[in-house]
């Protein structure tokens, strides 16, 4: 069965420093791959999302990833950190066309002013 | 507009009480999901339904029970067999787009238990 690893469950940045979220996966198949958002106490919201055509995949508000099979991971990123960045984000799993999806512990990010 | 909507956003309710979440949705997506939130545990999924009049347990089912009576409502009862029911519930649906499918989130329901 798949299952993501989110590697820090907090990570604090400055406003404008770069952001590096860190997501690894197991999948004995070609996995789908998502980033969502969480704002408190509101839904998820997807950022984006990977399935077997481009490594590098690049989402809404600046954030991208990129999906590296030798390393099992997929890494969210963002140059430039915005206080509206501040959120909980979670990596998602799905084997190739299908409906089951597993979430990550979640990381929770800080900006600072 | 489209999406999915989720009532109340909070709910209180005592010990030994049953308790239905609301969840619609005018996507007209076929599949429909619950999940309970925790913190530090992300989401845990509780039952799903992928068509009307059919729905599976998810790895939680235990004190939950779903009804799929219509595409577009997936309503969700915790009854007073859920020992720790205190929680942040989603619900959400799912369509198949761009090779794979992906969920859709309501604004969730804070259930709390006293």
């Known amino acids: 069965a798949q299952s993501v690893t989110q590697l820090d469950s907090h990570v604090s940045v400055s406003e404008g420093t770069p952001v590096l979220l860190r997501c690894n996966y197991s999948s004995s198949y070609s996995p789908s791959l998502f980033w969502y958002v969480q704002h408190p106490n509101k839904g998820l919201q997807l950022l984006l999302k990977?399935?077997?055509?481009?490594?590098l995949v690049k989402g809404i508000n600046g954030f991208e990833a990129e999906f590296k099979k030798s390393e099992t991971s997929f890494h969210l990123t963002k140059p430039s950190a915005h206080m509206s960045d501040a959120a909980e984000y979670f990596c998602?799993?799905?084997?190739?066309?299908?409906?089951?999806?597993?979430f990550g512990a979640g990381t929770r990010l800080t900006v600072k002013p | 507009d489209g999406g999915i909507t989720q009532s109340p956003k909070y709910l209180f309710r005592k010990e030994g009480q049953n308790v239905t979440l609301s969840c619609e949705q005018n996507?007209?997506?076929?599949?429909m999901y619950w999940y309970r939130q925790d913190p530090g545990q992300g989401l845990r999924l509780i039952y799903y339904s992928q068509i009307v009049n059919d729905f599976q347990k998810g790895d939680i089912a235990e004190g939950y029970s779903v009804s799929r009576e219509k595409k577009e409502s997936f309503p969700l009862t915790v009854t007073s067999a859920q020992k720790n029911p205190t929680a942040f519930y989603l619900c959400a649906s799912s369509i198949f787009r761009g090779f794979s499918y992906e969920q859709y989130f309501g604004p969730g329901t804070r259930l709390t238990v006293t």
């Open positions: 990977y399935t077997s055509a481009a490594t």
């Open positions: 996507l007209n997506h076929d599949a």
């Open positions: 998602v799993v799905s084997e190739e066309n299908n409906n089951d999806m597993r």
